[in-house]
């Protein structure tokens, strides 16, 4: 499944390195999504997982420091996975382990992304909202299988890396978002 291999984060100054020891999938009665837990060697990451049978494309969404399962705009991360499904595209939902901190963030999103790509997803793009937008912008300097960046509403601090996306350009922006096609 998603392996024991090492995933690397380089975040500014700080370079981690995370072991994937474990997953776990529980479906969830009556919801759209399955619980997914990836245990590693600094913690579980807990993510809801929005399957779509023979997705090659997905999306990784992220929230801001509020921690949970956060979603801007009134439940759009939650209304948008289910849409995806129908164009399919899986998407997974990841809640950080600790919400405030930028470099294990990143580790969370990572793994997210990790896990969609080890169900058989080749293109993956990412949104964050608030302190998610500079999560998913580190997260995507760090993985050549990031196709896309989607920032909603980001914060500043962290968004460094993005001049050097590779091949990455404005593709639309506005008050709420500013998109990236890479």
Not at 38 to 56: K, L, N, Q, S, V
Request: aromatic share 4%.
């Amino acid at each position: 499944m998603l392996g024991t291999a090492a995933v690397e984060v380089d975040v500014g100054a700080t370079k981690v390195e995370v072991r994937p020891t474990s997953v776990r999938r529980v479906p969830q009665a009556g919801e759209a999504y399955d619980v997914v837990e990836i245990e590693t060697d600094r913690g579980t990451t807990t993510c809801r997982y929005y399957e779509a049978r023979g997705a090659r494309s997905g999306v990784v969404m992220v929230g801001g420091t509020g921690g949970g399962f956060d979603t801007p705009a009134q439940g759009l991360y939650p209304r948008l996975a289910k849409d995806l499904r129908n164009d399919r595209i899986g998407t997974l939902r990841v809640q950080y382990r600790h919400p405030t901190d930028l470099v294990e963030s990143t580790v969370d999103t990572a793994l997210g992304t990790r896990y969609l790509e080890s169900q058989g997803v080749s293109a993956v793009g990412l949104v964050g909202h608030s302190f998610g937008g500079a999560v998913v912008i580190q997260a995507a300097a760090n993985d050549p299988a990031v196709r896309a960046v989607v920032t909603i509403s980001t914060q500043a601090a962290g968004t460094e890396p993005v001049a050097g996306l590779a091949g990455c350009r404005p593709a639309r922006t506005g008050a709420a978002a500013a998109w990236l096609t890479c």
